[in-house]
């Protein structure tokens, strides 16, 4: 409702009046800090069942109508209504779904500030909208405002600044290599041969240790992994490309 209020007052600015046909929600104070004249509005809470009569006629005398969620509107009526408008050069602000409008928007994320850690008053509302539609406006495209602002009014909202954090300075010193610690040779004893290899026997091959299976598993295991992770990064960068 704040959108469409928002978008009736600066459709309706310097106009000779505007209509609200099926919005019986809609507040007159509402209205009235929007920015619509009351003095110059027609409001029609209940059109009954011939809501596509009464829409055709007020469109004939006010150039901004708005309406409410009146139900389906079929393709004869939407196109009915359409040639109407044409023919007035009047707007219509639907708040729900519409048959062949021209811009649909919408706002999709919205946020009070002014409030802190359980106290403050609230001082403004800022919403991002997206509007998209047919033919040059098939690209959604957003904006961001104040619906309201601290004054009350809508106005455009500038992007928040970002906050740039300097560098630390490096710090001043002098670093001092310490020199290897020295060990001494390590000297077997004589009857210990290092590089001697075990004895041959015709008997089947000794099954490895349980340390060597573990180091084994761990290589094929860590193969395994590095392979998942270069097929991941590849199916990563398919994906970027792709979308």
């Known amino acids: 409702m704040p959108l469409l209020l928002a978008l009736a007052a600066k459709a309706s600015g310097g106009t000779v009046g505007w209509a609200a046909v099926g919005l019986p929600q809609m507040g007159a104070l509402a209205a009235q800090s929007a920015g619509l004249e009351l003095s110059s509005g027609i409001r029609i809470d209940d059109p009954g069942r011939q809501w596509a009569q009464v829409l055709a006629t007020v469109a004939e005398a006010v150039p901004v109508v708005l309406v409410g969620r009146l139900g389906p509107v079929p393709d004869r009526i939407a196109r009915r209504l359409a040639a109407v408008l044409r023919r007035s050069g009047s707007v219509l602000l639907a708040a729900g779904s519409w048959q062949g409008a021209e811009v649909r928007m919408k706002v999709v994320s919205a946020t009070w500030e002014g409030l802190g850690g359980g106290h403050g008053l609230l001082r403004g509302r800022r919403v991002r909208v997206a509007a998209a539609g ?10 961001e405002m104040w619906l309201p602002g601290a004054d009350g009014q809508v106005t455009a909202a500038l992007p928040t600044p ?9 710090a001043k010193g002098h670093v001092t290599a310490l020199p290897a610690p020295h060990h001494p040779p390590t000297t077997l004893p004589p009857t210990q041969d290092p590089v001697a290899a075990p004895p ?13 299976e573990s180091a084994a598993a761990d290589v094929v295991a860590a193969g395994s992994s590095a392979r998942r992770g270069a097929q991941s990064r590849r199916m990563s960068s398919a994906l970027r490309v792709v979308g």
């Open 134 to 143: 047919r033919g040059t406006a098939a690209v959604a495209r957003y904006a």
């Open 162 to 170: 970002k906050v740039h954090v300097p560098a630390l300075p490096a």
């Open 200 to 212: 041959a026997t015709d008997g089947p091959p000794t099954p490895p240790t349980e340390a060597a």
